[in-house]
């Protein structure tokens, strides 16, 4: 993570309106402490929680430090995802005690949010995708009618991929994760290895980051 986490904030070091920073779930590989386990019970190779934990905190502080010196606003949008639908919760609730300075929007399922003409749905990925656009619309109809612009971002299946649907922009974002035994042993190792940040101006997205 350090590479990522080195290029993230030399991309944040710039003067800014605002900063959006997104956790979109799996932030912690398993759901439970003592073994490593999915939220559904799937079991998982064996990780250090307690390390995942520290390193994931360590993570955040730098960045979160870092967000506060150069934007006015900064908020913090999370949800969880298949693999750590209470461990992932936790987390976010700690660093929203830890950061009171930032606005936090702790979330399970869907979050959703504006930045200027712009309206951002957020999904993990793994519920919900088909009718994403019609659930954006009718979850969130007040952002969505006042704003021109609609994008939803999710994750889950570890590769960058975007399209679009009615005017609707998909963005699926990879991860900067290593291949684990199981990606491995079902050949999921082609993605890219990067986090992705979006630049925007006041109309609409115009730069896209590879971290």
């Known amino acids: 993570m350090k590479e990522s986490l080195t290029n993230l904030i030399s991309l944040v070091n710039k003067d800014y309106k605002e900063i959006v920073i997104i956790s979109g779930g799996d932030i912690i590989h398993s759901d439970k402490i003592t073994k490593s386990e999915t939220a559904k019970g799937t079991q998982l190779d064996a990780v250090d929680m307690k390390q995942a934990i520290k390193d994931a905190r360590q993570f955040y502080d730098v960045l979160f430090q870092e967000s506060l010196?150069?934007?006015?606003?900064?908020?913090?949008?999370?949800?969880?995802?298949?693999?750590?639908?209470?461990?992932?919760?936790?987390?976010?609730?700690?660093?929203?005690a830890q950061?009171?300075?930032?606005?936090?929007?702790?979330?399970?399922?869907?979050?959703a949010f504006v930045i200027d003409d712009t309206s951002i749905m957020l999904m993990h990925g793994d519920l919900a995708t088909k009718n994403a656009p019609l659930l954006f619309a009718q979850e969130y109809r007040g952002i969505?009618?006042?704003?021109?612009?609609?994008?939803?971002?999710?994750?889950?299946?570890?590769?960058?991929?975007?399209?679009?649907?009615?005017?609707?922009?998909?963005?699926?974002?990879?991860?900067?994760?290593?291949?684990?035994?199981?990606?491995?042993?079902?050949?999921?190792?082609?993605?890219?290895?990067?986090?992705?940040?979006?630049?925007?101006?006041?109309?609409?997205?115009?730069?896209?980051?590879?971290?």
């Open 69 to 96: 010196k150069n934007a006015n606003i900064v908020r913090h949008y999370s949800i969880t995802g298949n693999h750590d639908r209470d461990s992932g919760y936790l987390l976010n609730l700690l660093l929203e």
């Open 144 to 211: 969505w009618n006042s704003t021109k612009h609609h994008q939803i971002i999710s994750g889950h299946f570890h590769y960058d991929k975007t399209t679009e649907v009615m005017g609707v922009e998909l963005i699926q974002v990879g991860t900067n994760k290593p291949n684990d035994p199981y990606e491995t042993a079902n050949g999921y190792i082609g993605n890219n290895k990067q986090l992705t940040a979006i630049t925007y101006n006041t109309n609409r997205m115009t730069q896209r980051n590879y971290l």
């Open 99 to 111: 950061y009171p300075q930032i606005e936090h929007h702790v979330g399970d399922y869907r979050q």
